[in-house]
């Protein structure tokens, strides 16, 4: 598979990483101004009485701060409520590139496993032969095995051995447990899909 650099990801969640910080950042702004707000609100009021009850001129200082907190408030809240659709805009602008991308990665997984199913079509041709060969040639020794010691097994009075039993193959798909069975099982498909393998 070819070397996948994925630079257009990068840059994609690079963007949305940095909406995500101005989002925090905006947020964070959002909880001081409100509470400036509040704050200034309550020292208009003061303002308010002071002037009241000792006939004095207001606080033109303090009114603007609190204009201006507000006006910065607004803006702030502005840019919030729209933050999510600025993102989505700008990352629509790379769009095309990551399913570009994502289809040449695709494309080339897809030629990695193709190769990887014609490889074991080979070994199963391969292995089929071979077992193939192992039951011809099972048969092959049978036939010599009683031809050179067939009769002569009952003149010297030797136990006849079933030639057949010494198969290094399980016989009826039985086999030892503990041991790797040459012969490949639902077991041994089961766990080659799951992608466990397992040579003891």
């Given amino acids: 598979m070819g070397l996948f650099k994925g630079q257009t990801i990068k840059k994609a969640v690079a963007t949305a990483e940095k909406f995500e910080n101005k989002r925090k950042e905006l947020q964070e702004k959002r909880r001081e101004l409100l509470h400036e707000r509040d704050h200034l609100r309550s020292e208009l009021e003061n303002d308010f009485q002071r002037q009241i009850m000792e006939d004095a001129n207001p606080d033109k200082r303090l009114q ?6 507000v006006a910065e408030l607004e803006r702030v809240s502005f840019q919030l409520n729209n933050i999510d659709d600025v993102k989505a805009k700008e990352l629509s602008k790379l769009t095309a590139e990551v399913e ?9 997984a897809d030629g990695e496993l193709q190769r990887i199913k014609d490889e074991l079509l080979k070994l199963k041709i391969k292995y089929l032969q071979t077992l193939a060969n192992h039951q011809n040639r099972k048969q092959e020794l049978n036939m010599d095995y009683r031809k050179k010691f067939g009769k002569v097994e009952k003149i010297v009075d030797l136990k006849e051995v079933d030639f057949r039993s010494r198969s290094i193959l ?16 639902n077991k041994d498909l089961i766990r080659g899909f799951s992608g466990e393998l397992d040579t003891t």
Avoid: G, V
């Fill in 64 to 69: 603007n701060d609190y204009d201006m907190t």
């Fill in 170 to 185: 399980p016989n009826n798909l039985q086999h030892d447990p503990h041991e790797l069975n040459p012969i490949i099982n």
């Fill in 100 to 108: 570009k991308d994502r289809q040449d990665f695709i494309k080339d």
